[in-house]
């Protein structure tokens, strides 16, 4: 116990109070803070106005630099810090005129535990759950944590109640053949981040009561959301789609939008946007 609180003890809390009608919220990997604020990030939001920002791969606990960019930014946030630096690492981030609640969300296996990969937010009408599922691509030990995590998830999940939750994040998972632009390749190969266990996992997930509005609103388009740095694959689009937004499926879906920003640049990873009247 002692162990799990003092991680705990790592979480940055800050809170405004407000209730909301719309929301606009942001996911991104950001592959770095302090690279991406080199490569247009501040311009980047003023651009795209999020009120809610879930980034993933912060690679930062340094809280004098974080609180700089959010102070200057207008928002507020938490910060869930991987224990070994310059890793992994999850924020969320909010317009200071709303009120956010950090809620309990423990992902707590020794294989990812001190990773700072989950971070789960009240907002009040709405519940955010922000994720870094691990990537597996190193290692079979690493593929079976990914697996691990993914089912650790959907236990915890299936006690929750799941109203009115949004699920984002980068869950390193190609679900479906048009979310990768080589599946045959990539299924012969047995390539982590598409192969049958962590697929199978991802639909159980969503079997809980989860939509992949992306998916929803574009059931047949190659969609992507990450590509590799080699062979010039953002600019021939040889990408991936690993990002995601799963909404609940009691949210009303004619009020519901969502975009992938490929030309956002700055990460291996684009941003998508969540666009929903409450």
């Not at 969300?105 to 990812?112: E, I, K, M, N, T």
């Not at 709405?126 to 690493?142: A, C, D, I, M, Q």
């Not at 969502?258 to 684009?270: A, N």
Request: net charge neutral; glycine share 4%; proline share 2%.
């Amino acid at each position: 116990m002692r162990e799990l609180l003092d991680f705990r003890n790592r979480w940055l809390v800050f809170s405004n109070i407000s209730k909301m009608s719309k929301a606009k919220i942001i996911t991104w990997n950001v592959n770095g803070i302090r690279a991406i604020l080199k490569k247009n990030f501040t311009e980047y939001i003023d651009q795209l106005k999020p009120d809610i920002l879930a980034l993933q791969e912060v690679k930062c606990d340094d809280l004098t630099i974080l609180n700089q960019i959010f102070t200057e930014l207008g928002y507020s946030y938490y910060v869930n810090c991987a224990v070994k630096k310059g890793y992994s690492g999850v924020l969320v981030a909010w317009r200071n005129l709303l009120k956010a609640e950090l809620l309990p969300f423990d992902l707590l296996h020794d294989a990812y535990k001190n990773e700072g990969r989950s971070l789960f937010v009240d907002f009040g009408e709405f519940k955010l759950l922000n994720l870094y599922v691990p990537s597996g691509t190193s290692s079979e030990e690493r593929h079976d944590a990914k697996l691990l995590f993914m089912r650790e998830l959907r236990s915890n999940l299936s006690k929750a109640d799941l109203s009115k939750i949004i699920i984002c994040g980068d869950f390193n998972i190609c679900h479906k053949e048009n979310d990768i632009h080589h599946p045959q390749i990539a299924e012969k190969k047995n390539f982590s981040g598409f192969r049958k266990d962590e697929r199978l996992e991802f639909s159980e997930l969503l079997e809980l009561g989860l939509t992949d509005i992306i998916r929803e609103i574009n059931p047949e388009k190659k969609i992507y959301t990450w590509w590799s740095y080699r062979a010039n694959s953002r600019e021939k689009n040889l990408g991936w789609r690993i990002d995601y937004f799963l909404v609940s499926n009691n949210f009303d879906k004619n009020k519901l939008y969502s975009e992938v920003h490929t030309d956002f640049l700055g990460s291996d990873h684009c941003p998508i946007s969540l666009e929903l009247t409450l």
